[in-house]
């Protein structure tokens, strides 16, 4: 039959990105204490497309991304990407797979399991070898909290004012991690962790943990930052910390981000 994308176009312009977006996709991802974990992701896959092609072969982006699947680990998501661009013939390919990453985290009194759902997301881009910073792959990881106001504690004569945020961790990926060292370091920096279970005991801890641990989003996100920098696995990285107000019609938020090379210190080997 006809290839018809691989026609010749005429009209003399280059697409930075041509590919599928939105696909839904079961996934197997690495997990610290399972050893995997099955979850369900949002996909999106491109390549560029030269300015002599009509179109790209959408239905190869899908038939890459299924071999990978089962084993969708740090560094095999750029050789997917690798191997997407070298089957279409292109100078690069693009890609993002959010999921949903569940750990079983157990009450802090009665010790009772529930499931926590952490927002995670890999993406990167891979181009020509030989090309001047020809790959990069990040992993972004969105971590819920509580927080205290430290200045409503210490004006109001009966509580203070407590919600709950999300900071995002964003890593450009150097030697290999656990996403699970991540929540923890989140977790611990802010005025307490969320669960999904807390029975009456529970709630009295967290509650009474949080207040004595008050945080505005700027502690939060400097105590998440030094506690990542201090890791030294990451040439840059970033923090944000959005608070879910709960006497303002608005979020607080702080953002911070680091890059070795710009702080003096050696770039460790990325993957």
């Given at each position: 039959m006809?290839?018809v994308?691989?026609?010749?176009?005429?009209?003399?312009?280059?697409?930075?990105?041509?590919?599928?977006k939105?696909?839904?996709?079961?996934?197997?991802?690495?997990?610290?204490?399972?050893?995997?974990?099955?979850?369900?992701?949002?996909?999106?896959?491109?390549?560029?497309?030269?300015?002599?092609?009509?179109?790209?072969?959408?239905?190869?982006?899908i038939?890459?991304?299924?071999?990978?699947?089962?084993?969708?680990?740090?560094?095999?998501?750029?050789?997917?990407?690798?191997?997407?661009?070298?089957?279409?013939?292109?100078?690069?390919?693009?890609?993002?797979?959010?999921?949903?990453?569940?750990?079983?985290?157990?009450?802090?009194?009665?010790?009772l399991?529930?499931?926590?759902?952490?927002?995670?997301?890999?993406?990167g881009?891979?181009?020509?070898?030989?090309?001047?910073?020809?790959?990069?792959?990040?992993?972004?990881?969105?971590?819920?909290?509580t927080?205290?106001?430290?200045?409503?504690?210490?004006?109001?004569?009966?509580?203070?004012?407590?919600?709950?945020?999300?900071?995002?961790?964003?890593?450009?990926?150097?030697?290999?991690?656990?996403?699970?060292?991540?929540?923890?370091?989140?977790?611990?920096?802010?005025?307490?962790?969320?669960?999904?279970?807390?029975?009456?005991?529970?709630?009295?801890?967290?509650?009474?943990?949080?207040?004595?641990?008050?945080?505005?989003?700027?502690?939060?996100?400097?105590?998440?930052?030094?506690?990542?920098?201090?890791?030294?696995l990451?040439?840059?990285?970033?923090?944000?910390?959005?608070?879910?107000?709960?006497?303002?019609?608005?979020?607080?938020f702080?953002?911070?981000?680091?890059?070795e090379?710009?702080?003096?210190?050696?770039?460790?080997?990325?993957?």
């Open positions: 006809i290839d994308q691989s026609l010749a176009d005429t009209r003399d312009v280059p697409l930075a990105k041509v590919g599928v939105g696909l839904e996709y079961p996934i197997r991802v690495l997990d610290k204490l399972k050893k995997v974990q099955h979850t369900t992701a949002k996909v999106d896959l491109y390549a560029d497309l030269p300015r002599h092609f009509k179109g790209t072969h959408m239905s190869r982006f038939e890459i991304f299924h071999r990978y699947r089962e084993d969708l680990s740090m560094p095999r998501f750029l050789d997917m990407l690798k191997t997407i661009r070298e089957d279409l013939e292109a100078e690069a390919a693009f890609g993002s797979v959010s999921f949903p990453y569940f750990l079983e985290k157990k009450a802090p009194v009665s010790g399991p529930g499931m926590m759902s952490y927002e995670c997301c890999y993406q881009w891979v181009k020509a070898q030989g090309e001047a910073g020809d790959r990069q792959f990040t992993v972004r990881v969105a971590a819920p909290v927080t205290v106001c430290p200045c409503s504690k210490a004006i109001s004569d009966r509580g203070a004012h407590n919600q709950r945020g999300i900071v995002r961790v964003e890593l450009e990926l150097g030697p290999f991690f656990w996403i699970e060292d991540i929540i923890k370091i989140v977790e611990k920096a802010a005025s307490s962790p969320v669960y999904s279970l807390l029975k009456r005991e529970d709630e009295k801890f967290v509650t009474e943990h949080a207040y004595d641990n008050p945080k505005f989003v700027e502690d939060l996100v400097r105590d998440v930052y030094i506690q990542i920098k201090a890791l030294k990451f040439p840059r990285f970033s923090v944000e910390a959005e608070n879910f107000e709960s006497i303002h019609n608005h979020s607080a702080a953002y911070a981000r680091y890059d090379a710009q702080d003096g210190g050696k770039r460790h080997e990325s993957i």
